[in-house]
């Protein structure tokens, strides 16, 4: 008889051979069962995959797999896709993990709302012993795309890790959705793609998912700036051409200004403006520090113009327009 689980868990595994322990045991801490833990090694030169292997071999729904070489992270949440059999996807990074409880509490609410597309899940990132609450603003009902973004944005309670947002796989699948391969800060693409796209979305207003801040991590890490930099624009070049039609204007509006914000931060890392990334992490000091550097516009104004004109055409409010103004007057 097939075997359908509940839930897929998705843990992308690459040298975090301090922290997984932790992911895979916020796993098994859950009161609930039905579920697939579909654990993929991108080629680590520690000891993560034998640790990995060690809990495929102690537990039948934990299986492990290995790519023949170094692949990226969209690649190998894309395996984990392809391989997920169960009816609702959940990623989980290999040093982050789950909240004790969370999925009985959530499939519980599934059952009665089974062909919802998307949940959107609360999300706290920990730095030390300080703990950011990236949590949804709630609702009640199911809404669409269009309602759920804009009403997220207006209430800063918009955040684009996949993490924090469990799939239904028929919705992924029959969509075609996958990561973007090849650049960093893939989920600045999957999440408004996909939120735009889903009719049905529901938000669960449990703690879910702890995201631990680490030096070195994917996210923080500081190598490859340029390549980080040069992402970004293809990111927002990819995201003004896309148009998200399934949007009213005000709310794409809304999604592509939200997404300069990834401008912004990258800009910090290339300039090295800031020796510790964990101090702009405040969510208010975040917000506020996006919008300080004239340096920023100047760079983006001799680099990129078309994208700049585009990005001022729509009146994206980051944009500093007297510092912009005087700086083409002295052109």
């Not at 969510?283 to 104004?301: S, V």
Request: aromatic letters at 18%; proline letters at 2%; glycine letters at 2%.
């Amino acid at each position: 008889m097939f075997y359908k689980p509940f839930f897929t868990i998705i843990v992308p595994i690459f040298n975090v051979e301090t922290y997984l322990e932790m992911a895979l045991n916020s796993i098994l801490n859950q009161d609930f069962n039905n579920y697939e833990v579909i654990m993929i090694d991108d080629k680590s030169t520690d000891n993560s995959y034998k640790i990995a292997k060690k809990y495929s071999q102690l537990y039948s729904n934990f299986h492990l797999y290995q790519n023949q070489k170094n692949q990226g992270l969209s690649f190998t949440r894309n395996f984990g896709i392809n391989l997920a059999k169960g009816s609702f996807l959940i990623f989980l990074d290999s040093d982050d993990a789950l909240y004790n409880n969370v999925l009985v509490n959530l499939a519980a609410i599934l059952d009665k709302n089974k062909f919802v597309e998307v949940v959107s899940c609360n999300l706290d990132r920990i730095y030390n012993d300080k703990v950011i609450h990236l949590h949804n603003k709630p609702f009640k009902k199911v809404i669409n795309g269009d309602n759920f973004l804009s009403f997220q944005i207006r209430n800063r309670s918009f955040f684009v890790s996949s993490c924090r947002y469990v799939y239904n796989k028929d919705f992924i699948k029959s969509n075609n959705f996958l990561f973007k391969e090849g650049i960093f800060h893939e989920d600045e693409i999957w999440t408004p793609y996909i939120l735009s796209k889903a009719n049905l979305i529901l938000c669960f207003n449990d703690p879910f998912y702890k995201n631990f801040f680490r030096k070195g991590s994917i996210t923080n890490n500081t190598k490859n700036i340029s390549k980080r930099f040069e992402d970004t624009i293809f990111i927002v070049n990819f995201l003004l051409s896309y148009k998200f039609p399934n949007l009213k204007k005000t709310t794409r509006i809304l999604v592509l200004n939200k997404s300069i914000s990834l401008l912004f931060h990258n800009f910090f890392l290339f300039r090295k403006f800031q020796k510790s990334f964990p101090s702009i992490l405040s969510l208010k000091e975040f917000n506020i520090r996006l919008t300080f550097t004239n340096l920023f516009y100047f760079q983006i104004i001799k680099r990129f113009p078309s994208l700049f004109y585009q990005l001022y055409t729509l009146r994206v409010n980051y944009f500093n327009k007297n510092a912009i103004l005087n700086f083409l007057k002295l052109k």
